[in-house]
C-alpha cells in the first residue's frame, strides 16, 4: 500500500455475520499493541464479534475484498457515540480511520444529530492524538478500577451538506 489511502479502492459498508473472525482478529492485531501497557484488556479485545457483526451499528472498510477497518457506533441522543475503532496495523497511517470517522460524523449529521461523542484509555496516546488531529475536544476524563479513560466531543454543524448527501 502506498503512504495514503485510495479511496476509490475502499468500500465502506454495513458489517455482515460473515465479518465476525475478521473483525475479532482486526481488533486483537489492532489493539493487542497496548496489552503491556494497561492493567485489563482493551474493550475491543473482549467483545462477541459474531454479535458486533450482525447488529446495525457496524460498518467496515474494505480493500479488495479484505477488511483493513471497521468502527461501531451507538446512538446516544443528540450524539452518535463511536465505541470501536479499529484499522489493521499495516494499514494504519494511511488514512482509513480518518475516513471511517468521517463516515461516522456523516451519519451523526444525517441522522439531524449534534455531534460525536467517544473514549478512550489515557495509555493510548495515539489515539489521543489521532482525535485532536480531527478536531475531537477532550472534555474530561475519569480514573476507574483498572481503566483510566479520556472523554472526547465534536459537535458539528447540522446544515452543512454531507459527503453522503454529496455523492446522491
Not at 500500500?1 to 479511496?7: C, G, L, P, R, T
Not at 489492532?30 to 492493567?39: E, I, P
Not at 484499522?87 to 451523526?108: M, T, Y
Request: net charge negative; with cysteine.
Amino acid at each position: 500500500m502506498a503512504n495514503s489511502v485510495d479511496a476509490d479502492r475502499i468500500v465502506l459498508r454495513p458489517a455482515r455475520p460473515s465479518d465476525s473472525a475478521s473483525l475479532a482478529a482486526l481488533a486483537h492485531e489492532a489493539y493487542g499493541k497496548y496489552l503491556g501497557l494497561v492493567d485489563e484488556p482493551p474493550a475491543p479485545i473482549l467483545l462477541d464479534y459474531d454479535e458486533v457483526a450482525s447488529s446495525d451499528r457496524a460498518h467496515v472498510a474494505e480493500e479488495d475484498g479484505r477488511v483493513v477497518g471497521m468502527v461501531t457506533v451507538e446512538r446516544d441522543d443528540p450524539h452518535l457515540i463511536l465505541r470501536n475503532l479499529a484499522v489493521r496495523p499495516a494499514c494504519q497511517g494511511l488514512g482509513i480511520g480518518r475516513l471511517l470517522v468521517a463516515f461516522v460524523e456523516d451519519s451523526a449529521r444525517a441522522a439531524g444529530l449534534a455531534g460525536v461523542r467517544l473514549w478512550t484509555r489515557a495509555e493510548m496516546t495515539d489515539n489521543i492524538a489521532f482525535y485532536r488531529r480531527l478536531d475531537y475536544v477532550l472534555t474530561h476524563s475519569e480514573r476507574g478500577a483498572g481503566a483510566h479513560r479520556v472523554f472526547f466531543s465534536k459537535e458539528l454543524a447540522r446544515t452543512l451538506p454531507t459527503a453522503l448527501e454529496r455523492t446522491s
